[in-house]
């Protein structure tokens, strides 16, 4: 895998559940000079250290508690710097943490990372959590837009078939971006799936007429959207191009 990054990557992040709990993929994150994080496994001498750790609270996460601290798992090559969140075991609150790979003990869950990172323990959890939305959206290139499927017995067709899947999917995401209302920020917006996206704007019950040299078109009474595809439909029309390039179709920049 990282012999196939092309030379422009310049830093390299990997997260990774406890399947890759292990010397190896550590040393071979190592080796590609990658910044990692991934999920610990439960093993006595981790608990030990867990118990003695210095606890403090979690006011930027979901946790109770959090900690840091530097471990030495054996076998391993090195010391590495772990970061632990905890949850108070009579409060699991299953439906937040369905998600999470946690391992118990009587009094407490544990939610526990190993990393060569230096950032604070809320952002590396929240970079960690990016995971799982990381997933949902191969998920949703495999079964909405057909990247699972190849058509042909030749690579070179399949190639072809993967890059008109992306565009798809690509478009799908301008779109969320072109509709987006005015003045959203960049984390209060939301993903459209390709399935939500085909249901609101392309699957519509419409009927075209053409009277006294006009056309148009009459929407179904129970299509809810049509202030929101009306709106669409008028900044596709704003589109115009400039002295440098397409010129913007919305004044408020996109901002975090």
Known sequence: MFAALPGCVRRIFARADSGFYCWG???AYERANAEFIMVARKTSRLVEHLQAADWKPSPKTDADQQCQFWYQPEGWGKAYRFIALRYRNDDPKPKERQQYQ???TPQYLYRVFVTNMEDEI??????????AGAENLIK????DAGL???????????CVHFQLVMLAYNLNCWLL???????VKTDDLKHTTLATARLRFLFVAA????????V???YSDQYQERGLFQRLMHRLRDITAGPTGFLPVLDTPLSG
């Open 140 to 143: 949703e290139a495999n079964n």
């Open 25 to 27: 993929a550590v040393a």
């Open 177 to 183: 971006l072109f509709n987006r209302e005015e003045a």
């Open 148 to 158: 699972a499927a190849h058509p042909s017995g030749r690579w070179a067709t399949n």
């Open 122 to 131: 809320f952002t590396l959890v929240w970079f960690y959590n990016q995971r």
């Open 216 to 218: 148009g078109i009459s």
């Open 102 to 104: 946690l391992f118990d």
């Open 207 to 214: 009927k075209i007429w053409r009277h006294a040299g006009r």
